[in-house]
């Protein structure tokens, strides 16, 4: 299997082919002058876009991206909709919760907004476990589980019986159970939200990439046939960004892998060992193993080892590796969680850009001589919920009414610094074979 835009197909992309022909935007063919440009179109691009053009009705807004909305991770991940910051140290009860009520906040706004528009898009949310695998590890989470529902951040620590009728995880010695989280189809999103935006007045170009950056008072977007002049632009391109020039020194894009079973009926879904009323889990190791249940009754897997995700030299974002290994290594993690599902077929085999940073905490903010270029990237692995709400972070930054995110880690984080090639690739991977982990620096 090559990662190719046409035969890397993730089981979302299946799903929005089975719905019928896309018929996408056209490319951009002749110059053009707006109040912003989004560059990306996928949850930051889109989510930007709403936001901005909802605040803003009479600003011109464009978006314009490199290939079909949803092509990059927004289209190619796992689908969880999760709660917290990555790489946050939550032993502060008081911002612990705030950064819970912000990104519940984040899920119940996207939640609302596929409401309100009467999106057709495939979203479950009946909650997510956090598999401790590790009976000390599993006490230490009930006492934090304790702590934190004091403070009023709505977990409960499950095992026994009750973790039995969630889900029967081989080697489960209790688990973490988030209410508020839940799974959802990317590409339905996404595409649903085109017609939205243009509602809303935002001009969508899809074929477009952008070639080149020049900044000033006024911005200058190359593009293939044309150049876009705009007072500012949103870079919303995460593992991408660095192709234009930015944050090459403090995002490491990596390709995960991850695989689907075909549509499983509930009696299947009972035989595996994962009940109804559970929407996905994650362990609590480090090269976190990951999976959800589709509206439709797929199950989908990712990660638990090295071999599940990929560096490649130059920040590269098209992976050019083992096609066979990291599948294999995936199916095996999964039939240690799931022995049962040794007997389902897999359906689905994709690998889509992840952008960590050293410390795994995300960052939105403005930058520029002119302060006119806005961002969002790096969310490590929460992107779903992270880059739905970068839309309305990035607007409140836009409009100078950013109080309430300042006190938050992502704002205006500066990324810790990765070194450059060839010192990047080598280290990456001497430091995963030697300890079977992921580099990375706590902040300070």
Same mark, same amino acid.
């Given at each position: 299997?090559?990662?190719?835009?046409?035969?890397?197909?993730?089981?979302?992309?299946?799903?929005?082919?089975?719905?019928?022909?896309?018929?996408?935007?056209?490319?951009?063919?002749?110059?053009?002058?707006?109040?912003?440009?989004?560059?990306?179109?996928?949850?930051?691009?889109?989510?930007?876009?709403?936001?901005?053009?909802?605040?803003?009705?009479?600003?011109?807004?464009?978006?314009?991206?490199?290939?079909?909305?949803?092509?990059?991770?927004?289209?190619?991940?796992?689908?969880?909709?999760?709660?917290?910051?990555?790489?946050?140290?939550?032993?502060?009860?008081?911002?612990?919760?705030?950064?819970?009520?912000?990104?519940?906040?984040?899920?119940?706004?996207?939640?609302?907004?596929?409401?309100?528009?009467?999106?057709?898009?495939?979203?479950?949310?009946?909650?997510?476990?956090?598999?401790?695998?590790?009976?000390?590890?599993?006490?230490?989470?009930?006492r934090e589980v304790e702590r934190m529902s004091k403070a009023g951040i709505p977990l409960r620590f499950v095992e026994?019986?009750?973790?039995?009728?969630?889900?029967?995880?081989?080697?489960?010695?209790?688990?973490?159970?988030?209410?508020?989280?839940?799974?959802?189809?990317?590409?339905?999103?996404?595409?649903?939200?085109?017609?939205?935006?243009?509602?809303?007045?935002?001009?969508?170009?899809?074929?477009?990439?952008?070639?080149?950056?020049?900044?000033?008072?006024?911005?200058?977007?190359?593009?293939?046939?044309?150049?876009?002049?705009?007072?500012?632009?949103?870079?919303?391109?995460?593992?991408?960004?660095?192709?234009?020039?930015?944050?090459?020194?403090?995002?490491?894009?990596?390709?995960?892998?991850?695989?689907?079973?075909?549509?499983?009926?509930?009696?299947?879904?009972?035989?595996?060992?994962?009940?109804?009323?559970?929407?996905?889990?994650?362990? !609590? &190791?480090?090269?976190?193993?990951?999976?959800?249940?589709? $509206?439709?009754? #797929?199950?989908?897997?990712?990660? @638990?080892?090295? /071999?599940?995700?990929?560096?490649?030299?130059?920040?590269?974002?098209?992976?050019?590796?083992?096609?066979?290994?990291?599948?294999?290594?995936?199916?095996?993690?999964?039939?240690?969680?799931?022995?049962?599902?040794?007997?389902?077929?897999?359906?689905?085999?994709?690998?889509?850009?992840?952008?960590?940073?050293?410390?795994?905490?995300?960052?939105?903010?403005?930058?520029?001589?002119?302060?006119?270029?806005?961002?969002a990237l790096g969310y490590s692995g929460h992107g779903i919920t992270l880059a739905n709400m970068a839309g309305e972070?990035?607007?409140?930054?836009?409009?100078?009414?950013?109080?309430?995110?300042? !006190? &938050?880690?992502?704002?205006?984080?500066?990324?810790?610094? $990765?070194?450059? #090639?060839?010192?990047?690739?080598? @280290?990456?991977? /001497?430091?995963?074979?030697?300890?079977?982990?992921?580099?990375?620096?706590?902040?300070?």
């Open positions: 299997m090559s990662n190719t835009f046409d035969d890397n197909r993730s089981v979302w992309w299946d799903a929005a082919a089975a719905r019928g022909p896309y018929a996408p935007a056209p490319a951009l063919a002749k110059d053009l002058d707006c109040d912003v440009a989004i560059v990306g179109g996928g949850f930051t691009g889109t989510s930007t876009a709403y936001h901005l053009a909802r605040r803003f009705p009479e600003k011109r807004i464009v978006l314009c991206e490199a290939r079909l909305l949803a092509n990059g991770a927004s289209g190619r991940n796992g689908g969880l909709v999760l709660n917290w910051v990555n790489g946050v140290d939550t032993s502060n009860l008081e911002l612990a919760r705030r950064i819970f009520d912000a990104t519940r906040s984040g899920i119940d706004a996207l939640e609302a907004r596929i409401r309100e528009h009467s999106l057709d898009v495939a979203f479950r949310r009946k909650g997510c476990l956090e598999i401790l695998t590790d009976p000390k590890r599993a006490e230490a989470a009930s026994g019986a009750e973790l039995a009728r969630l889900a029967r995880f081989e080697g489960a010695a209790g688990a973490i159970l988030d209410p508020t989280a839940g799974q959802i189809d990317g590409v339905s999103l996404v595409r649903a939200m085109r017609p939205l935006i243009e509602k809303l007045g935002v001009h969508v170009y899809e074929g477009t990439p952008v070639l080149g950056v020049d900044e000033g008072e006024t911005i200058a977007l190359k593009t293939p046939n044309a150049t876009i002049r705009a007072k500012a632009i949103v870079l919303a391109t995460n593992a991408y960004t660095p192709r234009l020039g930015y944050f090459g020194s403090g995002i490491v894009p990596l390709h995960s892998h991850l695989v689907s079973t075909e549509p499983l009926s509930p009696d299947e879904w009972e035989e595996l060992g994962w009940g109804h009323e559970l929407t996905g889990f994650s362990d !609590d &190791l480090d090269r976190i193993a990951y999976g959800g249940m589709t $509206v439709r009754g #797929e199950l989908v897997f990712g990660g @638990g080892s090295n /071999a599940a995700y990929g560096y490649g030299f130059g920040n590269g974002t098209v992976y050019r590796g083992d096609p066979q290994k990291p599948f294999e290594a995936i199916e095996r993690t999964l039939h240690r969680y799931l022995p049962k599902a040794a007997k389902v077929r897999i359906a689905h085999r994709w690998t889509g850009p992840v952008a960590l940073t050293m410390s795994r905490v995300c960052t939105m903010g403005v930058r520029g001589k002119h302060r006119n270029v806005y961002f972070v990035l607007t409140d930054i836009y409009s100078g009414d950013d109080a309430r995110w300042r !006190d &938050l880690p992502f704002y205006q984080q500066k990324l810790l610094f $990765v070194p450059p #090639e060839p010192f990047r690739w080598v @280290g990456y991977h /001497a430091y995963t074979a030697m300890t079977g982990r992921s580099p990375r620096r706590a902040l300070r």
